[in-house]
Each structure stands twice: as C-alpha cells, then as structure tokens.
C-alpha cells in the first residue's frame, strides 16, 4: 500500500497551549479515514497542519513519502525548500466548515480561478473542466449563479468541486457539514460518499458518526490533542476499548 500521509511524532502549541501531542498517523492510498472527538481536541488543527496552513512545533509530516515538514522546538530540521511545498501542498484539497467561496465571482469562476492562477490552465481548458465538476457535484445549471443565491449545502457542493478542481491526490474536509442546515446535509455527504467510491484518499474531521460508520476504511478518536484509538467503524462504535471514546460515543449516538 502506498502512503499518501504519513505524520510522526506531530506536536503543536499555540504558546504554552499544546493542541497536538504526539501524533503518530498514516493514511495509505484511496483509504477514507474519519477523525471524531469533542471539540477543542486539536482535528481541525492536524488537518491545517498537513497542508501547512499551521506549521508543526515538532515531528515530521510526509506527503506521498516525501518530506513536507520536520521541525523541532519550532525550528527546521531540514531545509525543504517553499517551492516543493507549495508541490506538495497542491496534493492536497482543503474543504473548510465555512465554504470560503468568492463572492463577486459566479460559481463557475470560483471553480475556473485556482487552476489558471496556480497551475496556470488555460481558460478555456478551465472553463470545460468546471463544467464536468459542476455536472459531478450536481450544480452545473448553477454556474453562472453567485454564491449568495445558493444554499449553505450547494456553496459546500461547489467549495467541494473548487478543492477538485486542483486535481488533488488527498481531499481533507475539515467538519464540511457543521455549518449546514439539517435537511442540507444529506446532499454533501452524498458527494462525499461518490468521491470514496472513485478511490479518493480522503482525511474527515467530523461529527456525521453515520458516515464515519459508513464510508470509513478507519476510524480515529482524539481528545486532548492525542489520538485515543483508532480501529475499523465497526469496532470503534460497537466496541471501544478507550473509556473516553465510549463515554463520547454514548452522549453523541
């Protein structure tokens, strides 16, 4: 199996506020690997931590088996150099909480803007691109809407078909359903649940246990910036051994 995200001994501290303790994952190829706990536990933090929006105090962070990050006490270990980070970063597809999307530009363009601007696609090549991506996500006839006229679950469809766009290796969804209504939910997880079925490697922080059930090849429970336990969805949610992942599981089930 290939590793696609391999992360050891990852810690993070925002001052004297140690968010991550310890981390120690891997996520092979085409594997969907769900993370659950409370909030405050540091998911969303090794999230934006794999894609350099947050940099790691100490530990290692590879990407595709290559050497993204290695730090210590803060400072740099190796010299990896910003321009294959920026390489390695665009591997990875981010779908935040908040879809995050341009307002003053259509959806189409919202979906056109990171391929020109940043793998240099031409327009037209983009343009027919996020068409098919749209046509993926459900939304092509919305393509020439603003994001204001959409709803909260069609926004997430199209940050969802923008983060595609990239034509990313690893998708991490950062709680993509927790800012949704109820009844809009079901629609991105759809969307979700057909990228799993293609094979997408993707990392899920999130509180939809029925898809963590679902759609997980693993499941991850942390708390406390550490990762408590990690097992098969079936074996976590019928059987955990970490007390804390069962006192967890029985208030949100």
Same mark, same amino acid.
Request: proline share 4%; charged share 30%; hydrophobic share 40%.
């Given at each position: ?5 391999? &992360? ?8 004297? $506020? ?28 090794? $999230? ?60 189409? @363009? ?10 240099? &696609? ?33 926004? @997430? ?30 629609? &991105? ?15 899920? &922080? ?43 599981? @029985?208030?949100?089930?």
């Amino acid at each position: 199996m290939m590793s696609m995200v391999k &992360v050891e001994n990852v810690c993070k501290s925002f001052g004297s $506020l140690q968010v991550l303790n310890n981390i120690n994952l891997e996520v092979n190829k085409g594997e969907v690997v769900c993370i659950i706990g409370p909030s405050g536990s540091g998911k969303s933090t090794l $999230l934006r931590c794999l894609n350099h929006l947050e940099r790691i105090t100490s530990g290692r962070v590879y990407i595709e088996g290559e050497l993204m990050d290695e730090r210590e006490a803060g400072k740099d270990q190796l010299k990896v150099s910003q321009k294959k980070i920026s390489e390695l970063c665009t591997e990875l597809g981010m779908v935040f909480q908040r879809f995050n999307l341009f307002p003053h530009m259509t959806v189409q @363009q919202n979906v056109m803007e990171a391929p020109i601007t940043v793998r240099k &696609v031409p327009k037209e090549e983009a343009a027919v691109e996020a068409i098919k991506l749209l046509e993926k996500v459900g939304l092509a006839d919305k393509r020439n809407e603003y994001p204001s006229r959409l709803s909260g679950g069609q926004q @997430q469809r199209v940050a969802i078909a923008r983060a595609l766009a990239m034509k990313p290796k690893i998708m991490l969804f950062d709680e993509p359903t927790s800012a949704l209504d109820p009844e809009l939910v079901g629609e &991105v997880l759809e969307v979700m649940k057909d990228l799993a079925r293609e094979g997408m490697t993707m990392l899920v &922080v999130t509180h939809e246990m029925g898809f963590a059930r679902e759609v997980g090849n693993r499941v991850i429970f942390m708390d406390n910036g550490e990762i408590k336990e990690e097992g098969a969805p079936e074996e976590i949610f019928t059987n955990p051994k970490n007390e804390r992942t069962r006192s967890f599981l @029985q208030k949100v089930l």
